[in-house]
């Protein structure tokens, strides 16, 4: 069964810091991967994606995440984080075979104008 | 206005009492699927359902029914077997051919009174 880890349960930075959050996986095979976000009081939205292609995914507002095969890691970044960015960002999988999705357990950043 | 709508916003139950959660879209997709999001651990997917009159069991079934008797209907009864419920409800929706990039609904915060 596949897996997703995300290692920083909450993180804050102050605004104009650079932001990386980690995403590692546990599948072996062809993997969808995404990124969600999940602002205060609103839908969980979609930020990101990969299927296939260039490694480097760019999303919404600024957001980008690197695909590193060999380290089962989706990594999301952004160079400089806002105080808007403040919300819940979750990391999650879907592996070739199966038609759902694995989300990791979620990182609350908090950005301090 | 298209999307995903869940209502209601708030539910209250009673002990040994079975409620349901509604789940309709209008965006004709294909796949629905119904998660519970609980603090610290992430989205967790309790049924899915890839096309009418047939649905599947995600992780965490138990003390959770659903039915798909209509495309765009995909509602959740909470059974009196399910004995922790007191969450926050997912519906999400997948169309035909977007290699599995799910849409959420509002969703639903669930209190056991």
């Known amino acids: 069964a596949q897996s997703v880890s995300q290692h920083n349960h909450h993180v804050i930075l102050s605004e104009a810091a650079s932001l990386e959050l980690g995403c590692n996986y546990s599948?072996?095979?062809?993997?969808?991967l995404f990124w969600y976000v999940q602002y205060p009081g609103q839908h969980l939205q979609l930020l990101l994606k990969?299927?296939?292609?260039?490694?480097l995914v760019k999303g919404i507002k600024g957001f980008e995440a690197e695909f590193i095969k060999s380290k089962f890691s989706f990594n999301l970044r952004k160079p400089s984080v806002q105080w808007s960015d403040t919300a819940e960002y979750f990391c999650?999988?879907?592996?070739?075979?199966?038609?759902?999705?694995?989300f990791g357990s979620g990182t609350q950043l908090t950005v301090l104008p | 206005d298209g999307g995903i709508t869940q209502s209601p916003k708030y539910l209250f139950r009673k002990e040994g009492q079975n409620v349901t959660l509604s789940c309709e879209q209008n965006?004709?997709?294909?796949?629905m699927y119904w998660y519970r999001q609980d603090p610290g651990q992430g989205l967790r997917l309790i049924y899915y359902?890839?096309?009418?009159?047939?649905?599947q069991k995600g992780d965490i079934a138990e003390g959770y029914s659903v039915s798909r008797e209509k495309k765009e209907s995909f509602p959740l009864t909470v059974t009196s077997a399910q004995k922790n419920p007191t969450a926050f409800y997912l519906c999400a929706s997948t169309p035909t051919g977007e290699a599995e990039t799910q849409y959420f609904g509002p969703g639903t915060r669930l209190l056991v009174l």
């Open positions: 990969y299927f296939s292609g260039d490694p």
């Open positions: 359902s890839q096309i009418v009159n047939d649905f």
């Open positions: 965006l004709n997709h294909d796949a």
């Open positions: 999650a999988v879907n592996s070739g075979s199966a038609r759902q999705l694995t």
């Open positions: 599948y072996g095979g062809t993997v969808n």
